[in-house]
């Protein structure tokens, strides 16, 4: 193929030095206007165009000979890569951004243009290009995958085949990437491009964090009380051979819905607690903690006083857990009273949690009853306890839980977290989940309803992978209601999914570093996110722009 014939191409993208290879960076429409024009150009033979279309996480030797082969075949190759939102194999995948990975395939000298896709598939990408053959690896020639059957038939449909190859050599880019250590610059770099893809920056958290403030947030659940003993291990006993230990102090702190609703008022918002409470010194307690920190409580009186969850730690190790008034289920009349209390709240809220601590206020039977309450209000779900009543959470915007959680609700240890969370929100028609994975971070799941092209729950889930930001955990412990309040609040101020779970990913990374279930104040958020380097990145940018 002539210099002239490629030139034709070029000019269907901006300007570029012609040594730079991001210039065979294009998008689908670009690439397919100039391949139109060299097609329809009598005075030359049109060229044979060779497709390729896969993820590419880290290119090895296996994709080298694939990729060699393919350009042997024709006058143009082109390579197309799944986008990152589209790629569903493992919670941490890609490894590598999509920018970096098309930068990679495009500084291959025999891959002559690259396509980043943003469908689940290569069939749009191949309707707009027309390639005359489409490879695929030898694994496909016997595969019955109706998606690949879809792509084959686009292919054949405009007089192209398919033909099967992988290389002579055969590489896992999975198993490559699951022997590779994680290094600081790839999770910075991954970071930096996630934040600038869904538009996350300092002043853009700042709005956020603004309007958080005065949101009206109904919080609806089982309050608990968490007390901390702190111990010295002396010696063993002399009866018996257990540790005998010597308190040094114990610390009283609010859980379950009620640090929901304190975290809710710590980021400015103006919270609304339904909770049980008795006429006992902890109920009495926990009036006044949420008095102080502006939380109006809403009372739903049960005959038991509220649980009392004590933990004894010997240093920073949690050695038992004793548990004092075993949760009270609420009256039938109580259900109904329930029921009355919320109805007006809701009416002049702008969001409705729903956060099952085991407490007795929630009943499995009435919990739909309860959601459709909010009806019309954004309206999360949550849990404390495993396995919840997350499924009865029905309708809900978001659902928020752990995995371990989550499979222990679902009763399935074996599926892929994505196939499970499908699963989830097929039964409980919610528009988004959010998924904790502890230490590794939390993954975001939503519908693709961005795609008029592929129905509701025929597609895959957009998912994205957000790292743990706790780099000095020392307790984890309310963790979990510190993200939901987090990310609820957030999105009550109207934020994108994923700036609500970064600011949340955050913001439960700063309570890992707390002794104890404790609240994140907006200031401290706001400075802890005024310290993130890929936050950075854009305040640099826009410094330099104002010197200039």
Not at 185 to 191: G, N, T, V
Not at 248 to 271: H, N, R, S
Not at 311 to 328: A, G, S, T, W
Not at 519 to 543: F, H, I, N, T, Y
Request: hydrophobic content about 40%; overall charge negative; aromatic content about 6%.
């Amino acid at each position: 193929m002539t210099t002239d014939a490629f030139d034709s191409v070029r000019s269907t993208r901006p300007s570029a030095t012609y040594g730079d290879f991001r210039r065979k960076i294009v998008t689908a429409a670009h690439l397919a206007h100039g391949l139109e024009t060299l097609r329809s150009n009598e005075s030359a033979p049109a060229p044979q165009v060779v497709h390729c279309h896969g993820c590419f996480d880290i290119v090895h030797p296996g994709h080298i000979r694939y990729l060699q082969f393919a350009r042997s075949l024709g006058d143009v190759l082109v390579v197309s890569m799944t986008g990152d939102a589209r790629i569903d194999k493992q919670p941490q995948r890609p490894y590598i951004p999509e920018e970096l990975r098309a930068e990679n395939l495009a500084a291959l000298e025999f891959v002559d243009w690259v396509l980043i896709d943003s469908h689940p598939t290569a069939r749009e990408v191949l309707s707009l290009i027309k390639p005359d053959i489409y490879v695929k690896g030898r694994e496909y020639a016997d595969n019955d995958d109706p998606r690949f059957l879809e792509e084959k038939r686009v292919v054949e449909s405009h007089g192209g085949r398919v033909v099967f190859s992988s290389g002579e050599v055969v590489f896992s880019s999975s198993r490559l990437i699951e022997s590779i250590t994680p290094t600081e610059d790839i999770e910075r770099r991954r970071l930096e491009v996630l934040c600038q893809r869904h538009e996350i920056s300092f002043p853009r958290v700042h709005q956020s964090l603004n309007g958080i403030y005065d949101k009206r947030i109904l919080v609806m659940g089982d309050a608990v009380i968490e007390r901390y003993v702190y111990c010295d291990a002396k010696r063993v006993a002399n009866e018996s051979p257990m540790m005998s230990l010597r308190e040094l102090q114990d610390k009283q702190f609010a859980g379950g819905a009620a640090l929901v609703a304190l975290q809710l008022a710590a980021l400015g918002a103006q919270p609304t607690l339904v909770t049980g409470v008795a006429d006992g010194p902890e109920s009495a307690w926990l009036k006044d903690v949420l008095d102080q920190h502006g939380v109006d409580l809403v009372p739903v009186y049960r005959s038991v006083d509220l649980p009392v969850r004590t933990r004894f730690i010997v240093d920073d190790q949690k050695l038992m857990l004793v548990e004092r008034n075993e949760p009270h289920p609420v009256e039938a009349e109580r259900s109904q009273q329930l029921r009355d209390i919320l109805a007006p709240l809701a009416k002049q809220a702008d969001a409705l949690v729903t956060f099952d601590a085991d407490g007795g206020l929630l009943a499995q039977s009435g919990l739909p009853d309860l959601m459709q309450i909010g009806q019309g209000l954004l309206r999360v779900g949550g849990s404390a306890i495993a396995p919840s009543r997350l499924l009865a959470m029905a309708d809900a915007d978001l659902l928020v839980t752990s995995e371990r959680k989550l499979r222990l609700e679902m009763n399935d240890l074996e599926s892929g977290l994505s196939a499970l969370v499908y699963r989830t929100m097929q039964r409980t028609s919610a528009a988004a989940m959010i998924v904790s994975l502890g230490k590794r971070g939390l993954v975001t799941f939503q519908r693709p309803t961005d795609d008029p092209d592929v129905p509701e729950w025929k597609g895959r889930l957009l998912s994205e992978h957000l790292p743990a930001f706790g780099e000095f955990a020392h307790d984890h412990f309310g963790c979990g209601e510190v993200l939901l309040a987090t990310m609820l609040a957030s999105c009550a101020a109207g934020d994108s999914l994923m700036l609500a779970a970064y600011l949340a990913s955050i913001a439960a990374g700063l309570a890992a570093t707390k002794a104890g279930p404790l609240a994140v104040d907006r200031d401290e958020l706001r400075r802890a996110c005024l310290r993130r380097p890929e936050l950075q990145v854009g305040l640099e940018a826009r410094s330099a722009g104002r010197v200039a």
